[in-house]
């Protein structure tokens, strides 16, 4: 990744480049090309005091661009590992997840949109999937027009509390993008909008498993100037838990690490 600096050298002064990419995000069109993407997210969890317990691995295409809107995932597979220092295994696919197709909107957020799922505490993982994109998707575009260099922006209007289709609840305190620049990704001009979400509320309740905890993310979008699709996007959060295991008389700590990454592959 390279950063953008102006050189009087080829012929560009400090205010035009200023002028031209610093003002204000261009105003095109969020581009409808097929667009595929992988995403791939590690959670490494711990105890209060930093040792080590287990790490999963979770990665999926994900496919925007097409008819109706409508976006599908593919090729999704779950791997576990005890041993912090080893590589991941192959892991498993979801088979549940091929061809996951939906229109991206408020109701991915519905129990109805993953009837198909199983109903183990695994799955959690596959909706994270869906979810993120979502929010990536949400990060890039719908508060796009609004932001303006180096001012952070709270999205206005978050809901506060809301229904995590029916595994649990989460709770916004607030979230800020920033619009911090441009600079080259794999030869393109591309937005860098940061974004941080501190102190939210999450409640899992999942079968035998309960949790209650906080979290927070952060991460950053680089936007392509010219379509406004995603070209790449990373996102790192911290979440502390208090889980409660049916039959266990004692409840006890987990911190997870969780670090994404989404790159586009076509």
């Known amino acids: 990744m390279l950063a953008l600096i102006p050189s009087a050298s080829k012929g560009q002064s400090e205010k035009a480049f200023v002028n031209k990419y610093l003002t204000k995000l261009p105003s095109v069109s969020l581009s409808k090309a097929l667009t595929r993407y992988r995403m791939t997210a590690v959670y490494t969890n711990r105890d209060l005091y930093g040792k080590f317990t287990d790490k999963k ?5 994900y496919t925007r661009g097409l008819p ?3 976006v599908v995932w ?3 597979y779950i791997s576990d ?3 912090f220092e080893e590589s991941f295994p192959a892991g498993s696919k979801k088979e549940y997840m091929e061809n996951f197709k939906y229109v991206p909107s408020d109701n991915m957020v519905k129990a109805e949109a993953f009837k198909e799922f199983p109903s183990n505490p695994e799955n959690v993982y596959a909706r994270n999937l869906v979810w993120d994109m979502y929010t990536f998707d949400i990060f890039s575009w719908q508060n796009y027009d609004s932001l303006k260099l180096n001012i952070p922006y709270i999205i206005p209007n978050i809901q ?3 229904d995590m289709a029916e595994i649990g609840k989460y709770e916004h305190n607030k979230i800020i ?3 911090k620049g441009v600079t080259v990704v794999k030869g393109e001009l591309c937005a860098v909008i940061e974004f941080n ?4 509320l999450i409640q899992l309740s999942m079968g035998q498993i309960k949790t209650k905890g906080t979290e927070q993310y952060w991460g950053t979008v680089y936007l392509l100037l010219k379509t406004k699709l995603i070209e790449e996007a990373v996102m790192y959060s911290g979440t502390i838990q208090e889980i409660e295991i049916a039959g266990m008389k004692d409840k006890f700590l987990v911190k997870t690490i969780r670090e994404l990454n989404v ?4």
């Open 57 to 61: 691995k979770v990665t999926g295409e």
């Open 68 to 70: 109706g809107d409508s």
């Open 197 to 200: 979400a501190i102190d939210n």
């Open 263 to 266: 790159e586009k592959i076509q």
């Open 160 to 162: 506060g509390e809301f």
């Open 177 to 179: 993008l920033c619009w």
């Open 81 to 83: 590992s005890q041993k």
């Open 74 to 76: 593919n090729n999704v």
